[in-house]
């Protein structure tokens, strides 16, 4: 498995092109909870973020091992994807379940970055993890639908011209499966924003971008369904596993962005006239969180492999996603642990970081939920909720 090693040519671009966008860019973001338009800019303009969408449609084609080193390389550079990301793959859900009409209408613009796909509304307060129990409603009335109810943690919306947005179209009570009756819309806010739709931002401890929607009675045309009306949850479940691996992806860049700083500090940091480094309980974490994301990065290795091979790995998407995040997560605590009190300081990058890394393992899904598709889906165990 050769992982690491594919696709040099863009890992050294996507490097480069970071190398323009330092620490102290991140700092100023961070500080002023600031949307990174100027490298989300460099990314559309170097066509990173089109990476996975068909050469047919003006993207590069490339498949999904591609998406993971640019979405790496990032975060081993210090910076952050989160701001972007989801252009690179939300776009999955038309590609695959959309009609050719709406593939010609918004890929090719997706693609050149002049329609941003950034948000996707799953999320409602009172549902959380349990999406079926969501509540947003969409009423058919003769050529349109009208959407009712509130998301949270809806990324981007306010960086994004559209919106995927999973409703409820069928009562939960008149489907036999739960997972029936939901459905998946493309919808272009801006016509809407400020008057049937209310974004509202979210300031989080690290610096994502994230809102909260309010819909009321907002009147979307009937051709922004994608897909079979009422089979919107099984669509959208279609996406999660690439979704699953490219924050994987992310965390293992991370790993390593903790890892190289943690030993070259160790290095130079001179304390009792040796290298801190020279100590063994010093050593040791570094080599062990080192150990922890080669180990995530095998798994994340084998779920591209997979899914580059046609596949659609769940088992394997999921234990990258769990391991690496959690390798990002031990890494992040080895380095604050090895710059000492300056590990906190902002201009070293590291307390950014380190709170950044801890989302993934909330989101996009929880520990708990992996540990428990694993426990079912793998292990045959039964099902605990
Ligand atoms: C910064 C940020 C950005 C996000 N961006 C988006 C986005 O763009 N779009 C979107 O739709 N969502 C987004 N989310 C939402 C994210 O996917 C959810 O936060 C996540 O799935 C967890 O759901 P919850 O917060 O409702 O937690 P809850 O479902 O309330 O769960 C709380 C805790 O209980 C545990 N738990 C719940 N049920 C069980 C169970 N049966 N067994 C064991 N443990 C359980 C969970 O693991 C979790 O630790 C974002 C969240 C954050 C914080």
Not at 106 to 119: K, V
Not at 254 to 275: G, L, M, T
Request: net charge negative; aromatic share 8%.
């Amino acid at each position: 498995m050769t992982y690491e090693l594919d696709h040099q040519d863009i890992r050294e671009g996507v490097s480069k092109l970071c190398l323009g966008f330092p620490g102290e860019y991140w700092q100023k973001c961070d500080r002023e909870q600031a949307y990174p338009t100027e490298f989300v800019q460099a990314l559309t303009q170097g066509g990173y973020l089109s990476a996975l969408i068909p050469e047919e449609y003006g993207g590069l084609g490339l498949p999904l091992s591609a998406g993971a080193a640019i979405l790496e390389e990032i975060h081993r550079a210090g910076g952050n994807a989160g701001a972007c990301h989801a252009q690179m793959y939300t776009m999955g859900t038309i590609l695959r379940h959309g009609s050719d009409a709406q593939k010609k209408q918004y890929l090719p613009s997706i693609s050149d970055g002049s329609l941003r796909l950034q948000a996707f509304g799953v999320t409602e307060p009172t549902s959380g993890t349990d999406t079926t129990a969501l509540r947003t409603t969409a009423k058919r009335s003769g050529d349109h639908y009208i959407v009712n109810g509130q998301k949270i943690w809806t990324s981007r919306a306010e960086h994004s011209d559209l919106l995927l947005l999973l409703a409820r179209t069928t009562p939960r009570e008149e489907v036999t499966k739960k997972t029936d009756g939901l459905s998946v819309f493309l919808i272009d806010m801006r016509e809407f924003v400020g008057k049937s739709l209310t974004i509202r931002p979210i300031r989080t401890m690290m610096n994502h971008s994230t809102t909260e929607l309010f819909f009321d009675d907002m009147k979307i045309p009937a051709s922004s369904l994608i897909g079979e009306e009422g089979k919107g949850f099984r669509n959208i479940l279609s996406g999660m596993n690439a979704e699953r691996v490219l924050i994987s992806a992310e965390c293992i860049g991370d790993a390593k962005w903790f890892i190289e700083k943690a030993s070259s500090y160790a290095c130079e940091r001179n304390i009792f006239q040796r290298p801190i480094g020279q100590n063994q309980g010093v050593q040791f974490p570094i080599a062990r969180a080192y150990s922890q994301m080669r180990a995530a990065e095998l798994m994340l290795a084998q779920a591209v492999a997979l899914y580059d091979a046609g596949g659609n790995p769940g088992e394997e998407a999921n234990l990258a996603k769990l391991l690496s995040s959690e390798a990002s997560w031990a890494a992040a605590e080895v380095c604050i642990q090895t710059f000492g009190g300056f590990g906190f300081a902002e201009e070293y990058d590291i307390e950014r970081k380190f709170r950044e890394a801890r989302l993934y393992q909330v989101a996009p899904i929880s520990t708990n939920l992996v540990l428990s598709y694993v426990a079912e889906h793998v292990l045959g165990l039964p099902r605990s909720y």
